[in-house]
């Protein structure tokens, strides 16, 4: 007689609420819950109130926070305190991200929603020449904030790069100290004095009733200049010390190790730095109402007559709002600001496909 002998099949383990681990799909549905749940509440008192509008940041606000305080709750009693503070730190943490992109999120969603009524073909195509109540459009504006920031990221790029290229690589003693300082003096310098400052001294070349666009880049190039140095500052310290040590043992000069090795390994990170000097400027309005004033009809010369910009624009639109044009008035003034942001938006795009483009490429 044979006896066959059958190995114990091995016992199933499935990961449940009682297997000391919570699934891995579980803080993903409390998340969604939790937000559903606070979105109902939210939406129960919209009805009773009779407000028109969904708070949607709020919704997301405290809907995470109840998800923070349960999923605590529900990792303690499953996992462990152990655990349970480990899932905790992970959720401030990703609360901590939502509550800063929240609002983001709500300027995004309040400029689209109240800027796409105008989005027409009139407005990128028009200007406001002769224009009393509807219609018009933002194509001076649009012009003039294109020329003004092109002209003063070409007086800011060179001067603050160079300027970079001297602390890092030249700089010593009292002198790269000193402009150091001033460096980070200026950066702290509020628009309308550099606005103020420009226009004392034009006024003293040209006379007091001196506007144009070539005044507005010279205040935009003030406050753009040291956000220049101190980004490129940044990324030429970075770039590694062995690779100027190697040129320096060819036999190259330093002007020409500057040019050939430290200037084409930091240009990803450079022309990051630019376009966010590049972004911090464009959308400044004191300096550039100060300067370069404003006006309903095209120029294309900078150095003529006043030039209208998009920030200048939304200003002028809705601080003179009134009567029976208000509501159109008001509409191109959020139109302009949603230009502005997507310009904004375009302009760093292109300036992560140039980092992408001329970043080193490092082999294995």
């Known amino acids: 007689m044979t006896v066959t002998l059958e190995a114990p099949s091995a016992p199933t383990r499935s990961v449940s609420l009682t297997a000391g681990q ?54 303690w009693i499953v996992e462990g305190s152990r655990r349970a503070k480990d899932r905790l730190v992970t959720s401030l943490v990703a609360t901590a991200f939502i509550v800063a992109l929240l609002p983001l999120v709500s300027l995004g969603w309040t400029v689209i929603v109240n800027g796409v009524g105008r989005f027409d073909m009139a407005f990128f195509t028009e200007s406001m020449r002769n224009v009393i109540g509807d219609g018009g459009g933002a194509l001076h504006a649009i012009t003039g904030t294109v020329i003004v920031t092109l002209l003063a990221a070409v007086i800011s790029i060179p001067i603050g790069l160079l300027t970079s290229i001297y602390l890092v690589e030249y700089g010593r003693g009292a002198l790269a100290r000193g402009i150091t300082f001033f460096v980070d003096v200026m950066t702290g310098i509020p628009s309308i004095v550099a606005g103020l400052f420009v226009y004392a001294l034009f006024a003293l070349i040209a006379g007091p009733a001196v506007r144009n666009g070539f005044m507005g880049a010279v205040a935009l190039s003030v406050l753009m200049i040291p956000v220049v140095v101190r980004s490129s500052e940044e990324i030429l310290r970075l770039v590694p010390n062995e690779l100027r040590e190697a040129s320096y043992a060819l036999g190259v000069p330093k002007w020409l190790t500057v040019l050939k090795i430290v200037l084409p390994t930091s240009l990803a990170g450079i022309t990051t730095g630019v376009m966010l000097a590049i972004a911090r400027v464009i959308g400044e309005t004191a300096p550039l109402l100060i300067v370069a004033g404003f006006t309903t009809s095209m120029n294309y010369n900078a150095f003529s007559e006043r030039m209208m910009t998009l920030p200048v624009f939304v200003y002028t639109q809705y601080s003179q709002a009134a009567g029976a044009s208000a509501d159109a008035q008001i509409a191109r003034a959020w139109a302009a600001a949603l230009t502005l942001i997507i310009i904004v938006m375009l302009l760093n795009l292109v300036g992560r496909a140039i980092a992408k483009i001329f970043a080193p490429k490092y082999g294995r």
């Open 22 to 75: 919570l699934p891995k799909w579980s803080p993903w549905a409390l998340l969604v819950g939790c937000w559903i749940a606070a979105g109902a509440v939210f939406a129960i008192v919209q009805a009773t109130s009779g407000s028109d509008s969904f708070n949607l940041v709020g919704t997301l606000f405290f809907g995470t926070l109840v998800f923070d305080v349960l999923l605590f709750a529900l990792s």
